[in-house]
């Protein structure tokens, strides 16, 4: 991959992911999105006993959302290892609600080298979305 994100930004990146609590399955992940307006939010996933935590893209849209922000341009997601570390099933859903056709989803090495990047389209294909919904 050609892009090559700010030594300080993989710094931020990989701080946040060291302060995931990952007590359970020792899998630390952090991630960063960056809403329409260019502000950037950053998450960690937070386990708990019954198995039911919350997860580092979850943790950054949580706070995007907080902040008033509906849009994502970019979604960083740095894992623990050299394998790709991509969006479970509910945070590909989670993106999807305040993704468009231009937001891209960026998944890094634990060093915070690009692996891939895809369209919400590409992870979530013919994805549910609000539009889906008789309001």
């Not at 198995?51 to 949580?62: T, V, W």
């Amino acid at each position: 991959m050609s892009e090559v994100l700010s030594p300080g930004v993989v710094a931020e990146l990989i701080a946040v992911r060291g302060r995931a609590y990952a007590p359970y399955s020792q899998h630390p992940v952090g991630a960063m999105v960056e809403s329409a307006s260019g502000a950037r939010y950053f998450g960690a996933n937070v386990e708990v006993a019954h198995y039911k935590g919350l997860c580092a893209e979850a943790s950054a849209i949580a706070a995007m959302a907080s902040a008033g922000e509906r849009r994502l341009r970019h979604v960083y997601v740095i894992g623990p290892g050299d394998h790709p570390c991509t969006p479970c099933g509910d945070c590909r859903q989670r993106i999807r609600e305040f993704a468009d056709g231009e937001t891209r989803i960026h998944v890094l090495d634990a060093r915070g080298r690009l692996l891939r990047r895809y369209t919400i389209e590409e992870l979530l294909p013919d994805a549910f979305g609000p539009e889906n919904l008789a309001v």
